[in-house]
């Protein structure tokens, strides 16, 4: 996935630790969610219960939101394809994928300083 301006920023301050951004104890990939979540509700104070796709709903709503058309959403959320679609069409539509992380980063800083009200979708 195209990472977006927002996304370069805020990982060029992080800690390089190895390889992977995010990563367990040890130089692997994280593959426990729910050890993710608790750690994420522990740093946030309460909240309602959330899983991850409650995420990926959110993050695609918003997209659409912003104008932004189904099938790039659908391939930025790493849906496989149906049909005759899934074997002759190969594009990956990276500058569109691109265009629309950078219009989701504009979107994340309105949204980070206040300048337009949040509205949440479940």
Do not use: C
């Amino acid at each position: 996935m195209p990472l977006s301006s927002l996304a370069r920023e805020i990982l060029g301050g992080a800690p390089q630790i190895g390889e992977l951004v995010f990563r367990a104890n040890t130089d692997t990939t994280l593959r426990n969610w729910n050890k993710v979540a608790k750690r994420i509700n522990s740093l946030t104070g309460p909240m309602e219960p959330w899983h991850l796709h409650d995420l990926r709903r959110t993050f695609a709503t918003h997209m659409r939101s912003i104008g932004i058309d189904k099938l790039t959403v659908s391939k930025l959320l790493n849906h496989a394809e149906a049909g005759t679609t899934k074997i002759y069409d190969r594009y990956a539509a990276d500058p569109e994928k691109t265009a629309a992380m950078e219009r989701w980063a504009n979107r994340l800083r309105e949204i980070i300083s206040g300048a337009q009200p949040i509205t949440w979708f479940r």
